[in-house]
């Protein structure tokens, strides 16, 4: 008896939990949400760019198409000041100051961020300033 009881109850919560999570309210419809890939240019043209990327499982690489509509932008050497609002409150943060910038001024080997949608079609291209690298080989 007692279970029965015990496998009424297991069965029940598992159908609840399956009804609330797959009734889709919660979920937008339509496109997926872009994604983003972070590494080194190995190679660009009129109509596409190579990634590459290297870890613990060796080097990876990752084609994207770009046409008229992709953004492509570079981090300048300056700096600026804006005020971030989260979870703890209001904070100050430094950033770099970002330009609009053609494919033409991307070079191989330069570091890039890639925003792109489920076709792998690069929305924005972001220019990476070099990492200033400080004592021991630390960040400033």
Known sequence: ??????????????TLTFVAAGDGEGEKKGKARPKSYTGQLAKIDDKSLTV????DSGEK????????????????????TV???GEGGERTVTKAVVANAKAADFK???RV???YDEDRKALDVLGLRA??????GGRE
């Open 83 to 85: 005020k971030v609002k």
């Open 1 to 14: 008896m007692l279970r029965s009881m015990m496998l009424g109850t297991i069965f029940g919560v598992l």
């Open 108 to 110: 191989t080997g330069q």
């Open 61 to 80: 690489s990752e084609t994207f198409t770009f046409t008229a509509d992709t953004k492509f932008r570079v981090e300048t050497d300056k700096d600026e």
């Open 113 to 115: 961020m890639v925003i």
């Open 52 to 55: 590459q990327t290297r870890g």
């Open 131 to 136: 990492i200033k690298r400080g004592k021991e």
